[in-house]
């Protein structure tokens, strides 16, 4: 009896198995590539700098001849340190956003960063991905963010009371 509930289970399942994934647009691709250095942090392979300096990132969208190939190109650089050099970390990814690999330019520790009150950089700029894909179909002008998204930056700026605000700046 045990087999054949195993095997019910299997079968069940093997649509699920076999469905392949939708490509994604710009913007849910850099949103999982900083998903990507969230974990990349966690498992010690990059500096924790990653998560609470970010201060740009870049995507590009690739020529891809299959779907398992590198469809975007996503560079995440950090303030820059003292010296004048910055870290970053390139992540290609397929077109469904699967991280493929990294590879990381070393530089100084990042200086002046903004200590943000409540979440770190990299979750301040998942949030303004998030805010796009959320609310696309509702805001037709968040569309070309969406689907074209090129680029962030993030900046400590001031609210219209004079507190801290994180200040993003996106282009398509």
Aim: proline share 6%.
């Amino acid at each position: 009896m045990k087999s054949s509930i195993s095997l019910a289970f299997a079968v069940a399942l093997a649509p699920v198995w076999s469905a392949q994934a939708e490509p994604v647009p710009n913007a849910k691709a850099a949103e999982l590539s900083l998903h990507r250095i969230e974990r990349l942090v966690i498992l010690k392979k990059i500096d924790a700098a990653f998560e609470t300096a970010v201060q740009s990132l870049r995507l590009e969208r690739l020529d891809h001849q299959t779907p398992d190939q590198a469809a975007f190109q996503s560079t995440v650089t950090l303030v820059p340190a003292a010296d004048g050099t910055r870290m970053s970390v390139t992540i290609p990814m397929d077109e469904t956003g699967k991280a493929l690999s990294f590879a990381t330019v070393a530089g100084g520790a990042p200086a002046g960063a903004p200590a943000w009150p409540v979440v770190d950089a990299v979750t301040l700029a998942e949030n303004c991905f998030h805010y796009i894909e959320d609310g696309y179909q509702a805001k037709p002008e968040l569309v070309p963010f969406n689907d074209g998204v090129t680029s962030l930056d993030l900046v400590a700026g001031t609210d219209s009371t004079g507190a801290q605000a994180a200040v993003a700046t996106l282009r398509a």
